[in-house]
């Protein structure tokens, strides 16, 4: 149960929630954000720990064991959480930086200007590469070889480390909060914060962006939790750890959030603008208004060094999590590799893949990536089992499974929001949402950046998924399917951007290539054992 807390809370609790939540209207996205944790996110992890308890083994063999047509699953959970890492990895490089510097605490007077220009380094657009950071690399490279470190040798050393390490977050947090509470405007800032909109209920990106930010918080549609649940002795109380873990997980980023609106209150205050307008929203948010407060307290440079060292350890453990699943899951597939040797080569192309977030257009990316690993990816991986839970298995086996060790059942409303509640709200943010994409460009950025680094890696990682599959003509038939429906989603919604045009007949084209191909296998495949017989 630590465990699992520890993967939940994390950079994603401090820096992904805030700016959000503030992206998305303030109070306004917390209603959309309640109402997806109460009636998804809950709900799916106890699913995803009750698949574990029962299966004994990682996500993709779960799924095997339910159908061996629905393992691809489990492999996009972990190949999603994996595209994820690599960009997880850079937010704590950001970490690493702030705190070598809080000796000296150098954004003091220019906060904003200091992470965009010295920390960054950033261009003028995802295109616009530049080159590496190299301290920022480095930094990512030191993250890599301390997870590669624990994963190989330590969790349980760690989970010792990190009981301890707990209530810092909750300390510091107080003391930033309270201080804040003290400037001038921060109560507008929580006014903004707190009064939800009723009006953007009908905003179908705002319900994507609380799906992705429940699911990416309490680490669902990751194969982590199915990981860990997989270890766990039986006779555990699977619905109340699932709520405890949840609903802790959620209230520490609740709470984060008060910090940061206070700050940008206090800020707008200062600076006579509007709230909304106060600093650029987007991925750089926390990383702009915590070391603002900080700066402002007294014994800035203590609390700062204090602040990102525990940002960095609340980081660990969920990046290692994911190596822990991954590694286990490969291991379960190819149990000729060696462990250590799968998990070195994981950490390897893991740290190749982020060096495209340490470059000067690394936050562009990091946005992009995000953002599609997160709505069409992890959100993707939660409809898919809720799917296979309700067609498949059958939402009484692992009912019965939840329930067996437990002195409050869950019931209805739990079957309730698996087999109904959830698939029909999944299917319809997403598909609403993707009508978003394709009718602006996200955060207009260009085309063809959100071609290689949204559609272009989701792709690749179901693509990956369906390879790793053991039962290789069934997925064929699968990405067929997959292919056909993109390829009626873009004439649905084209847009008269060319670009769209250009990314609607790639997919036809690869989707009629796919389909020959399969058809070239399935005659080689029979040609032999016609000719025995
Ligand atoms: N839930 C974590 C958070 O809130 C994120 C997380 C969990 C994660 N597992 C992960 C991120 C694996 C990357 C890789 O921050």
Same mark, same amino acid.
């Given at each position: ?341 799968? @998990?070195?080569? =994981?950490?390897? &192309? *893991? ?5 495209? $977030? /340490?470059?000067? #257009?690394?936050?562009?990316? !990091? ?111 699968? @990405?067929?399917? =997959?292919?056909? &429906? *993109? ?5 649905? $919604? /084209?847009?008269? #951007?060319?670009?769209?045009? !250009? ?31």
């Amino acid at each position: 149960m630590l465990a699992a807390i520890g993967s939940a809370v994390g950079l994603g609790n401090l820096w992904r929630f805030p700016y959000i939540a503030f992206k998305n209207g303030g109070g306004a996205f917390l209603v959309p954000y309640f109402v997806a944790l109460l009636t998804t996110g809950i709900p799916l992890l106890m699913a995803e720990y009750a698949f574990g308890a029962r299966s004994k083994t990682g996500a993709p063999h779960a799924m095997r064991k339910i159908s061996p047509k629905v393992e691809w699953v489990g492999w996009w959970a972990i190949l999603t959480g994996f595209v994820i890492l690599t960009y997880y990895m850079a937010v704590m490089a950001w970490s690493w930086f702030y705190m070598i510097k809080s000796p000296s605490i150098p954004w003091a007077e220019d906060a904003k200007g200091y992470f965009f220009n010295s920390v960054l380094q950033i261009s003028d657009g995802p295109m616009q590469i530049g080159g590496i950071i190299w301290p920022l690399a480095l930094a990512t490279l030191a993250t890599w070889i301390i997870c590669y470190l624990i994963t190989r040798w330590g969790t349980k050393s760690v989970g010792a480390v990190v009981k301890w390490t707990v209530p810092l977050p909750y300390i510091l947090l107080v003391i930033l909060l309270v201080h804040g509470l003290r400037q001038m405007g921060s109560i507008e800032g929580l006014i903004y914060y707190l009064t939800p909109t009723w009006d953007v209920l009908t905003n179908p990106q705002v319900w994507m962006a609380a799906y992705g930010q429940v699911f990416f918080s309490l680490s669902l549609g990751f194969g982590v939790m199915i990981a860990y649940a997989s270890y766990l002795k039986s006779k555990e109380d699977l619905p109340w750890q699932a709520t405890f873990a949840g609903l802790a997980n959620s209230a520490t980023e609740f709470f984060a959030g008060f910090v940061v609106f206070a700050v940008l209150g206090a800020l707008a205050a200062v600076t006579s603008v509007n709230i909304t307008e106060v600093v650029a929203g987007g991925p750089g948010l926390a990383f702009v208004a915590f070391p603002m407060a900080l700066a402002a307290l007294p014994f800035a440079k203590f609390f700062s060094f204090v602040f990102f060292l525990m940002l960095l350890t609340l980081g660990i453990d969920s990046a290692f999590s994911l190596l822990e699943a991954a590694t286990t899951a490969i291991q379960d597939r190819y149990p000729k590799f060696r462990r250590g040797r799968i @998990l070195f080569v =994981l950490c390897l &192309i *893991g740290f190749l893949i982020g060096l495209l $977030f /340490v470059t000067n #257009a690394g936050l562009y990316w !990091l946005d992009i990536v995000d953002h599609w690993m997160n709505s069409y990816g992890l959100v993707g991986v939660g409809l898919a089992e809720a799917l296979i839970l309700t067609f498949l298995l059958g939402t009484k086996k692992l009912k019965s499974e939840l329930n067996a060790h437990t002195i409050r059942p869950v019931g209805l409303i739990w079957e309730l929001s698996i087999w109904f509640i959830t698939p029909i709200a999944l299917t319809v943010t997403i598909i609403l949402s993707l009508k978003g994409e394709f009718t602006s460009a996200y955060e207009g950025y260009p085309p063809i950046a959100l071609a290689i680094g949204g559609w272009g890696i989701w792709t690749l990682t179901i693509v990956l998924a369906l390879l790793l599959q053991k039962d290789k003509m069934k997925w064929a038939k699968l @990405l067929g399917f =997959l292919l056909i &429906i *993109g390829v009626v989603l873009v004439a649905m $919604f /084209v847009s008269t #951007a060319l670009a769209m045009g !250009l990314f609607g007949s790639i997919v036809l084209a690869g989707g009629l290539l796919w389909l020959l191909a399969i058809d070239w296998l399935k005659r080689k495949k029979l040609s032999p054992k016609s000719a025995t017989k």
